[in-house]
Nanobody
């Protein structure tokens, strides 16, 4: 069974940090681009970041310089390090996987496999 499981969410004060993890089971992440998305209450799901199978990364402008995505293929895991968190980062965060023809690109778009999400709350 192909599955993605996120973890690492929680409650943090503004300016704090969290590291989210996305672990794959039932398939290897090596050949997949992995994206992180988030959905805040009452808002549409938003693409946040992605890492291509070759390790190239992209970010939405609102998180550039604060979030870092990385992958550890040996652990079949992708991480999202989130620093200097702001209240507007509060959302459920999801990871997703998709195969692309090129290993060097990634971005928003249609992802095939999704995790169940992990809640991030940024509040004082």
């Amino acid at each position: 069974q192909l599955q993605l499981v996120e973890s690492g969410g929680g409650l943090v004060q503004p300016g704090g940090s969290l590291r989210l993890s996305c672990v794959a089971s039932g398939f290897t992440l090596n050949y997949y681009a992995i994206g992180w998305f988030r959905q805040a209450p009452g808002k549409e799901r938003e693409w946040v970041s992605c890492v291509s199978s070759a390790g190239n990364t992209n970010y939405v402008d609102s998180v550039k310089g604060r979030f870092t995505i990385s992958r550890d293929n040996a652990k079949n895991t992708v991480y999202l390090q989130m620093n200097n968190l702001k209240p507007e980062d509060t959302a459920v965060y999801y990871c997703a996987a998709r195969r692309l023809a090129s290993p060097y690109v990634c971005g928003p778009g249609e992802y095939r496999y999704w995790g169940q999400g992990t809640q991030v709350i940024v509040s004082s």
